[in-house]
Antibody, heavy 119, light 105 residues
Framework: EVQLVQSGAEVKKPGESLKISCKAS????????LGWVRQMPGKGLEWMGI????????RYTPSFQGQVTISADKSIFTAYLHWNSLQASDTAMYYC????????????WGRGTMVTVSS | EIVMTQSPATLSVSPGDRATLSCRAS??????LAWFQQKPGQAPRLLIY???TRATGIPVRFSGSGSATEFALTISSLQSEDFAVYYC????????FGQGTKVEI
């Protein structure tokens, strides 16, 4: 079964660092682009960026460039989203997704990781 | 950046009704258009890709149409489980979502 399993909810303070994960199974992890999507509380979906685990080619939506780092370790089939210094505005649900059914059509999604940043 | 605009913001309907949701792109996206359904507490689910192709396991009551800058998602006969928020997304030039349409009773 094709699956993306995301790490558990996090509660952090402003200024702290954080890395959340998305572990893949049931498909060739290195061969599919993997995307990250943000959903702030009560709001819509925002595309953050993508990574190709095969060669770690990474691209960002301009508004997220420099705010987060997307990475992957293909040896353990896991992608990551990393913050150096969290802000309250990073409070959101974060989803990872891959396009299994067709190129660029992201049909397989993780269940999401809720990140809460509060002092 | 390609801006996706969905209308209406909220659609009030009854079970059994036909519902049509609209999505407009600020530039030509060809047929690189997807529709997602999201229920509270759940991840988005892909319904339609390529503007009109149903994803695996999606009921036939969901259909997509359009090309270039004008798209629509039609639910032919609303079931109780269809009440949710629907997002369009273009993937012709990067990926951008519309702001969503809430389908409510």
């Amino acid at each position: 079964e094709v699956q993306l399993v995301q790490s558990g909810a996090e509660v952090k303070k402003p200024g702290e660092s954080l890395k959340i994960s998305c572990k893949a199974s049931g498909f060739s992890f290195s061969s599919y682009w993997l995307g990250w999507v943000r959903q702030m509380p009560g709001k819509g979906l925002e595309w953050m960026g993508i990574i190709y685990p095969g060669d770690s080619d990474t691209r960002y939506t301009p508004s997220f460039q420099g705010q987060v780092t997307i990475s992957a370790d293909k040896s353990i089939f896991t992608a990551y989203l990393h913050w150096n210094s969290l802000q309250a505005s990073d409070t959101a649900m974060y989803y990872c997704a891959i396009p299994k059914v067709a190129p660029d059509a992201f049909d397989i999604w993780g269940r999401g990781t809720m990140v809460t940043v509060s002092s | 950046e390609i801006v996706m605009t969905q209308s209406p913001a909220t659609l009030s309907v009854s079970p059994g009704d036909r519902a049509t949701l609209s999505c407009r792109a600020s530039q030509n996206v060809s047929s690189k258009l997807a529709w997602f359904q999201q229920k509270p507490g759940q991840a988005p689910r892909l319904l339609i890709y390529g503007a009109s192709t149903r994803a695996t396991g999606i009921p036939v009551r969901f259909s997509g149409s359009g090309s270039a800058t004008e798209f629509a998602l039609t639910i032919s006969s609303l079931q109780s489980e269809d009440f949710a928020v629907y997002y369009c997304q273009q993937y012709n030039n990067w990926w951008t979502f519309g702001q969503g349409t809430k389908v409510e009773i």
